[in-house]
């Protein structure tokens, strides 16, 4: 049986179509599948047109509806904890990601010796200014947090239920789900597509979530931040030294007559901005050992339906 788990949020127009998907899904597989609808919280009637036609689908589903947005990567986590099956697969709602994916990396997990399929897209028919700054995001992805990343991103994956339940382990909060899974190893298969252009909506995936995003993978995964303030600090102390010396040996020449005050002014901003950087940066990994250290949920379920097939 596989589990496929679908996040939405603020995907009301695309609700009809992604229903004739999942069914469509649910026939090549043989019946051989189980959806799972989570509602991150969203501010449309996506919870309201899934109850009303989740049980007439000839698929079985369960109906998740989260207390407010906790981000898509939290929605899937939930999505995972919520069925035990043998294979599970992740959708995304707006349909960017072709449906046949699923299919692909169900006939991985079933027939090869693979443990996670990971789709990586090898193209994007989205506009120029929304593929600059996706590659410029996964490019900086792939330098400063997991080079293992493929060059075209990750959105959906597939996993067996060793997979899923390895994954759960890792109860980390403001951390990365792409960045998870490729730290826990196991056999790899990468599906490459090219992403469709949205029908419906606009993405909710803006500039500042991406920012967010990246913030939060490269503090919960590599300690680059750190060591970069150790080299600025080290660089500014060696260079406040030798401006030390110069000064010295120009007043002892009488080259410095006259203290200067711009001079001194800019060393003190400068070395005030130095320390307030690195402040904020200790003060990020400080936040979020805090945050860990806390035990809050994931997410927290305001209403959880279940739906047999229709007859």
């Known amino acids: 049986m596989l589990t496929l788990v679908i996040p939405v949020y603020r995907n009301e127009g695309s609700i009809p179509d992604l229903l ?3 069914a469509m899904l649910h026939r090549q597989l043989d019946g051989q599948m189980q959806a799972v609808f989570v509602i991150d919280g969203s501010p449309d009637r996506c919870y309201e047109l899934l109850r009303d036609a989740l049980p007439s689908q000839p698929f079985p589903s369960r109906l998740m509806l989260l207390s407010r947005n906790f981000g898509s990567f939290s929605a899937i986590r939930a999505g995972l904890e919520l069925c035990e099956s043998e294979r599970y697969a992740v959708m995304a709602a707006d349909l960017q990601e072709p449906p046949e994916l699923v299919l692909q990396m169900d006939r991985a997990l079933r027939g090869e010796p693979v443990d996670v399929v990971v789709g990586t897209r090898s193209g994007r028919e989205d506009p120029l200014l929304s593929r600059l700054p996706a590659q410029l995001f996964w490019a900086l992805y792939r330098k400063y947090v997991v080079p293992e990343v493929p060059p075209g991103g990750v959105d959906v994956f597939g996993c067996n239920r060793v997979f899923r339940d390895s994954l759960l382990q890792l109860d980390e909060r403001h951390s990365s789900l792409i960045a998870q899974l490729f730290w826990l190893g ?9 992403r469709q252009t949205r029908q419906h909506g606009k993405s909710a995936w803006t500039l500042r979530k991406k920012i967010n995003y990246l913030m ?20 500014t102390a060696a260079l406040a030294g030798l401006l030390g010396i110069v000064v010295m040996i120009g007043r002892l020449t009488g080259f410095i ?15 005030g901005a130095v320390n307030l950087f690195g402040l904020g940066i200790v003060g990020s990994y400080a936040w979020r050992i805090y945050e860990n250290t806390k035990g809050r949920p994931h997410t927290v379920a305001m209403r959880i339906h279940e739906f047999d097939k229709a007859a």
Do not use: Q
């Open 216 to 235: 939060d993978s490269v503090f919960s995964f590599t300690d680059l931040p750190i060591r970069l303030l150790v080299r600025v600090g080290g660089t």
């Open 20 to 22: 004739r998907a999942v």
């Open 186 to 194: 196991f056999r790899r298969k990468l599906i490459h597509y090219v």
């Open 257 to 271: 007559s006259v203290p200067g005050y711009a001079m001194t002014m800019l060393t003190i901003v400068f070395l």
